[in-house]
């Protein structure tokens, strides 16, 4: 550690290397535990349809602007703005990336350490013998444990702590290049077999036929969240991440392939999960626990089930990682260069912060259950407030920067890297971040909200929870269960 040299600026070291880094950030619980849940909750296909929309027509152009603002300012997020825009309150657009960094991270760490709770289990061939009942009780036992979550969550905020100080070459860039593949190839190989399930059918329709009916602006509200956090856009991850990309690298390029690989790897997800949500009778709308329930029903039934399970469980905590670390990046890049911190004392500080902001979400699942706020808990709070709301809007703002701040001088001199690559739709880029990209989103943003129109009706949220009670996963139903 002692040769890591901080006073000069990071940066990624090759160009396998800032696709391995924005894809390590991009692909993680967001894709394997967060896709199928959500998608699940909003009834499958329809769900999937404008979720792919929402990458191709926003995705896409939010993530080009972030990076190509980091990259010209080579700042943290906040710094960025200030940078490029002095004297603006433009800034603000970044601070609201840094609270947004700090929110995520509270949540995310939760569901961090339950992989690795799972990682625990798996080696200690926990799943054996387990039938899906018996699996989802053992997950709500966990779940609203208080010791066993917490210690997990505080062992998941001190890796990303760790790897967050060695800094961005020697920490993120050198892990995420060898293990990301190997995950693509794990998750191909479950998915094969979940499909084999006798059922496999029934969940590849729920997926992949969209159902119109499902439709309503709510629906459409959480794929525009879901969007924007599995690409990590909207809140300076990748304007951070774009600070540290040398200037001759192809920036549409990087963009193309980390928003392809991203979605491969939902779409992957929910073929490895639905199936055997309806081979082994799992409600898809069963919420928070669906691939904790899931994928050791699939590891159990799978030959060779002991390995692949702890294969499954390194390489999902490994991508959560990844992810982690990119947005703690956010929040020491900050501390450090803006609050004139080192980045030792950064990570430190910005890691205890989020051991005690976590917590109260890890126990929102246990002892904090019945503290709710407006009918959600700390930890729906956390999640509802980062992903659906304040990542949208930052992508709003982060397009109408680049747009109409930026302009298309600046626009065109980044990302043909200074008149040396050639890049085609140029016209069309500043169309869409000028006019479409704000404009669908504002409107989402509005209806999804009931800012405009009638509210939706709630979503299936309380209905889960009755169904939760009538499947014994509350304690009154678990007694009961036990005296029969
Ligand atoms: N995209 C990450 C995932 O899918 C989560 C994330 C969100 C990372 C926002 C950075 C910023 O798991």
């Not at 929110?103 to 080696?123: C, P, R």
């Not at 060779?304 to 020491?332: M, N, P, Q, W």
Request: net charge positive; no cysteine; glycine share 10%.
């Amino acid at each position: 550690m002692a040769n890591v040299d901080f006073s000069v600026r990071d940066s990624f070291g090759t160009k396998a290397g800032v696709i391995a880094a924005a894809a390590g950030s991009a692909i993680g619980l967001g894709n394997i535990w967060r896709f199928p849940y959500v998608a699940g909750q909003n009834g499958g296909g329809a769900f999937l349809l404008i979720y792919l929309g929402f990458i191709l027509v926003i995705g896409f152009p939010v993530m080009l602007a972030e990076l190509s603002i980091g990259r010209r300012a080579q700042r943290n997020a906040l710094g960025s703005f200030k940078k490029l825009a002095p004297g603006k309150p433009w800034y603000l657009v970044g601070l609201m990336g840094v609270v947004a960094a700090f929110m995520i991270l509270a949540f995310y760490n939760t569901i961090a350490g339950w992989t690795l709770e799972y990682l625990a289990q798996a080696v200690g061939n926990g799943f054996n013998g387990k039938s899906s009942d018996e699996l989802k009780n053992s997950f709500e036992a966990f779940q609203s444990g208080t010791f066993r979550p917490v210690f997990w969550q505080l062992i998941f905020i001190l890796l990303t702590g760790y790897i967050v100080f060695l800094g961005v070459k020697k920490g993120i860039e050198k892990y995420t290049k060898i293990l990301m593949p190997l995950l693509v190839v794990l998750v191909v190989i479950i998915a094969i077999k979940s499909l084999t399930l006798p059922g496999a059918r029934e969940g590849l329709v729920f997926l992949f036929k969209p159902d119109f009916s499902k439709i309503s602006w709510t629906v459409i509200l959480d794929a525009l969240g879901q969007a924007t956090f599995s690409l990590s856009i909207g809140m300076g991850t990748l304007i951070t991440y774009g600070s540290y990309i040398q200037k001759n690298n192809n920036l549409a390029n990087t963009v193309l392939k980390v928003t392809a690989a991203d979605t491969a790897i939902a779409v992957l997800a929910g073929i490895m999960i639905f199936p055997a949500v309806f081979a082994f009778n799992i409600d898809p709308a069963e919420g928070f626990g669906l691939v904790f329930i899931v994928l050791p029903g699939i590891f159990e039934q799978m030959a060779g089930g002991y390995f692949f399970g702890i294969l499954f469980f390194i390489l999902l905590a490994i991508a959560a990682l990844t992810s982690t670390v990119s947005i703690f990046e956010v929040i020491v890049a900050y501390f450090s260069e803006e609050l004139n911190m080192t980045r030792h004392r950064a990570t430190i500080i910005g890691s205890v912060a989020l051991a005690f902001v976590g917590v109260f979400a890890t126990l929102s699942f246990g002892p904090l259950s019945g503290a709710l706020i407006f009918d959600k808990t700390i930890f729906e709070w956390f999640e509802y407030l980062s992903v659906n709301i304040m990542l949208p809007l930052g992508a709003i703002f982060l397009v109408l920067f680049v747009g109409w701040y930026l302009g298309r001088k600046n626009v065109e001199d980044e990302l043909t890297s200074g008149g040396s690559l050639k890049v085609k739709l140029l016209g069309l880029f500043m169309i869409v971040v000028k006019f479409i990209a704000p404009i669908a989103i504002t409107l989402v943003f509005i209806y999804g909200l009931g800012l405009i129109g009638k509210k939706d009706k709630k979503k299936s949220e309380p209905v889960a929870d009755e169904q939760a009670f009538a499947n014994n996963t509350f304690l009154p139903g678990r007694t009961i269960e036990l005296f029969t």
